[in-house]
């Protein structure tokens, strides 16, 4: 199967602790990577994970709360020194442009590459990039400012051709794109060859879902519905869920209750407060509800 | 001895390693804490540290380049998260005022304390702090653009009283100021007892320079002159000082020349290029000019 993998570069909240760094991870989609939010401290933790940043070209913001975004400047200037040439696309709230170009002026007057600002909104849902394989989606989520989730869908693919059933059946190698498409096959005899004889299904379709910051959200269930992983902020224990509630966050519960109310194939929990040395606490609340449920940590890599 | 402390925060250069965090460390004078430069992750670095980060009053910036600035947004929110409410004071060259007064209002609206913008020319020495005990100085480095150092000087202190001198002579509590900033004691049959027989000189006036980032800057040393400690540019090793003039950075001999010129009491290296995974080299060759050398390193506390 292609690659479809998710590293943890910080899961921790707003506040600094010992044990996480800020929001950022990177989704590797057949080889492609997007980071996603860059909280203070991306840039440390790249360089120590293994993902080959090099190859990251765009990056995603959800909200610009500091701990979503205050790495993007250091990243974008350390990519400089470090030789990077081809363009670098940010995709975030709209209102992030004018003050990121003020900055980058600023800061970053000797770039050899560009910085291409793309601009998005993130009470809106709508697909803001797309490749031959793969869709992103920016989707409302429910925070003290404006904040998107980004669902991560591969297109469906065509159906692998059986390659000795067309040998068997003489299917001559110009037909075999059609077919894969779905075509039938009509031998020189007139014989129809049904399209399932000569091919295999393609694998399933496969999404990744980031839902962080956010309380409790049902509207965004139609929108995430049957992904294989969300990773959802999950900052409180429910004892706390007030504190949730006031401060837009989520607890352990409710991550869990998006996960199985959206028929997810499994739940990453993340953005925990610093108040927890131990997470178990929310892992277990979690699973209470959700069983396939794992928690985040730094330098963790999730295949889906 | 009152407390004259450096803790260091971040010791390496611009591009991003595994093993130091950019510019930043912390001088506590008699329990008053200033931070001296502030990139990316120090508040992380802050955490991880033993100091009492609320008493972080004034933080000086010695330049616009990422590596010494970056971390500055970061730690402003965070100690707002905290709860902080004493004003924050922020001396850096004067142009970063107006970018930081629209990063504070574009990402910090809620701060429950003020941040007071304290602007200098870094190409001119003069004395930009002062309160009872201490006076911090400005001086210009030699650098790509303009970059100050700092030297943290305390002021001549009283001479200490000796009270057995001072119960032997009779003489009585009222006198005690005046004796200790000079003057003799008449009894009261009319002998003059000699100030330097009630008293004990007080302990010699201490400083530190804080040096970095520059090449060799021989103009500095009439203000370093006699500094206990100073902390120097040591991004390479003289078989790249080629690359060290380039970049406006000094290598490790560079540095120890300084320390030399300077009269200097101990020097500390850093600033480390990510070239080197073992700094050794550069503690070597420092130690060859001026053998009172050390490494900085992350979390080093260095008493003066």
Chains 1, 2 share one sequence.
Not at 112 to 130: H, I, K, R, S
Not at 228 to 245: E, P
Request: hydrophobic residues 40%.
């Amino acid at each position: 199967m292609e690659k479809f993998e998710i590293t943890i570069l910080g899961c921790g909240s707003a506040t600094p602790s010992p044990k996480h760094y800020t929001s950022s991870q990177v989704v590797d989609v057949r080889g492609k990577l997007f980071m996603v939010d860059c909280g203070e401290g991306t840039q440390i933790q790249l360089r120590r994970s293994h993902v080959a940043f090099a190859r990251i070209n765009h990056i995603f913001i959800s909200h610009l709360h500091g701990d979503h975004c205050f790495g993007l400047l250091g990243m974008i200037s350390s990519f400089g020194l470090l030789g990077r040439t081809a363009p670098l696309y940010i995709h975030a709230p709209q209102e992030l442009g004018h003050m990121l170009s003020q900055e980058l002026s600023f800061y970053c007057r000797d770039l050899e590459y560009t910085v291409e600002f793309q601009g998005f909104d993130p009470t809106v849902t709508a697909v803001v990039y797309e490749d031959r394989s793969l869709t992103i989606t920016v989707f409302p989520l429910r925070h003290r400012v404006p904040c998107a989730g980004f669902l991560f869908r591969e297109k469906p693919t065509a159906d692998h051709l059986d390659r000795a059933a067309a040998d068997f059946y003489k299917v001559p190698q110009w037909e075999y794109n059609r077919i894969k498409e779905g075509g039938d096959f009509i031998t020189q005899d007139g014989t129809v060859v049904a399209h399932e004889r000569l091919t295999k299904p393609a694998g399933p379709v496969r999404s990744y879902a980031y839902c962080c910051d956010t309380v409790y959200n049902p509207a965004m269930l139609p929108i995430i519905k049957g992904a294989d992983l969300i990773y959802h902020d999950c900052t409180y224990a429910s004892d706390d869920s007030d504190r949730a509630i006031k401060h837009f966050h989520s607890t352990a519960a409710d991550a869990a209750r998006t996960a199985l109310e959206a028929q997810a194939g499994r739940l990453m929990l993340g953005h925990f407060s610093a108040r927890y040395t131990d997470e178990s606490i929310l892992l277990t609340e979690a699973c209470r509800i959700f069983p396939n449920t794992i928690l985040a940590k730094e330098n963790l890599t999730v295949t889906i």
